[in-house]
Structure formats: C-alpha cells, structure tokens
C-alpha cells in the first residue's frame, strides 16, 4: 500500500496563492495517475485535479484557469499550485490515486478568509 503526506495548507486572503505538496511512500507513485481532492465541512470530498504518470492534467470546472497540478516522479511528489483562491476554496486537501484503495493520509488545511 502506499502512504500520502499532505503539506503546504493554511490560512490566506481571497486572491491569494498556495502551493500544496504530497510526498507518496511506495512503488506505484510514477505509473499511476494521483489526483487532488478536498472536502468541505458538511460536504462530501471531491476530486479538484488529477495528472497521468506522463503528465496530462485534467481539472474540475471549479478550479480550471486558477490551480495547476504538476508530478516529480523522481521525488515520489505531487504538487498543487493555486492562485486566485476565493473562500468557496476552504476544505481539507488530500492526494491520492483514484481507484486504489490505499488509506487517506491527514490532509492539509487551507482556509480562504480575509
């Protein structure tokens, strides 16, 4: 199984950028797609972004134009660059490859709030 570490969150204004980092423990990191997500309180977890083992990115509608996900296959790493943020952006952020069942690792905290 592999083992995610969300880094990276915290507290910014609307406007603001973040870059969230996920260190991947294991063998699959470089031939599986990983993905973002990040649940809201009272809200059910959503895929924002995922990016194949080659690099083609895909992203929900929410977040197109203002967040950018990018891999460094060689450090077992994936990367989460957001700009632009607004309050609606505030949840809990977590990497992980869909479809697997490896467990969920803690999450990173961001909070959009002036």
């Known amino acids: 199984q592999a083992q995610f570490v969300e880094s990276g969150g915290g507290l910014v204004q609307p406007g603001g950028s973040l870059r969230l980092s996920c260190a991947a423990s294991?063998?699959?990191?470089?031939?599986?797609?990983m993905g973002w997500y990040r649940q809201a309180p009272g809200k059910q977890r959503e895929l924002v972004a995922h990016?194949?083992?080659?690099?083609?990115?895909y992203y929900a509608d929410s977040v197109k134009g203002r967040f950018t996900i990018s891999r460094d296959n060689a450090k077992n790493t994936l990367y989460l660059q957001m700009s632009g943020l607004k309050p609606e952006d505030t949840a809990a952020y977590y990497c992980?490859?869909?479809?697997?069942?490896?467990?969920w690792g803690q999450g990173t905290q961001v909070t959009v709030s002036s």
């Open positions: 294991g063998s699959i990191f470089g031939i599986v797609t």
């Open positions: 992980h490859a869909p479809g697997r069942v490896d467990p």
């Open positions: 990016i194949t083992p080659r690099g083609s990115p």
